[in-house]
Each structure stands twice: as C-alpha cells, then as structure tokens.
C-alpha cells in the first residue's frame, strides 16, 4: 500500500491556471501508475471522472478529451515521489474535489476502480 497526498487546490478566477501536488509514500511508489480524477457533486469513488493519467513504466501520458490541450500531468524531476498536474484556461465546468490514486497494471487505466490507492482530495473551485 502507498499513501498519497493532493496539495494545490483553492478558489481562482475563470481563465486562471492552477498546479495540483500529488506526494506520495511507499515503497512501491515509482511503479505505480498515476491518475488523476475529480468529483463533482458527491459520486461515490467509482462514477468519479477521470482526468489524466500517467505511466509509472514510459512515462507517457494519457488525458480525458474533456480537458486536453488544458491539463497536463508531469512527474516531478528533481522528486520522483511527486506527480503534478496543472490546469490552464479554467472554467466553472472544472470545479470540484481532485483526487490522485495510484494503480499497479501498467495500462494506466481510466476506471477509478483500478486504482486501489487514493489521497484525500484537494477542492478546485472557479468562479466567473
């Protein structure tokens, strides 16, 4: 088991950008894949919408059509324990509660339900 922690989250302006932290612990931690979701209205973890993904193996990068071209999801360089994700351009649609989890698998899946690790959530909010 790892643990993850989202730091990040706050209350911006319509058109802002924003960076999200995810630290996480364990000894297993490189070889998990990273994603992140977020909640909207209160789904419960499995109906939570999917953002981006990153692979623990390549690298390579995978994202939602909803937010490509605004989000992009990096492992940090100089801390392989860090995963960052940064929105650009928000909009009100993009408001809610992100979560990162981890996932062994190596496909960097797009169903929370493959993802046994989550961190507690960092609450994203845009206002107009």
């Known amino acids: 088991q790892i643990q993850l922690m989202e730091s990040g989250g706050g209350a911006v302006q319509g058109g802002d950008s924003l960076s999200l932290t995810c630290a996480g612990s364990?000894?297993?931690?490189?070889?998990?894949?990273i994603g992140w979701f977020r909640q909207v209205s209160g789904e419960v973890r499995e109906e939570r919408e999917w953002v981006a993904s990153i692979s623990s193996r390549t690298g390579s990068t995978y994202y939602a059509a909803s937010v490509k071209g605004r989000v992009y999801i990096s492992r940090d360089a100089s801390d392989k324990n860090t995963v960052h994700l940064r929105l650009i351009d928000l909009s009100g649609e993009d408001t809610g509660t992100y979560y990162c989890?981890?996932?062994?698998?190596?496909?960097?899946?797009?169903?929370?339900?493959?993802?046994?690790?989550w961190g507690q959530g960092t609450q994203v909010t845009i206002s107009s």
């Open positions: 364990g000894d297993s931690w490189r070889r998990h894949d």
């Open positions: 989890a981890a996932a062994l698998g190596g496909y960097c899946s797009e169903s929370p339900v493959d993802y046994g690790d």
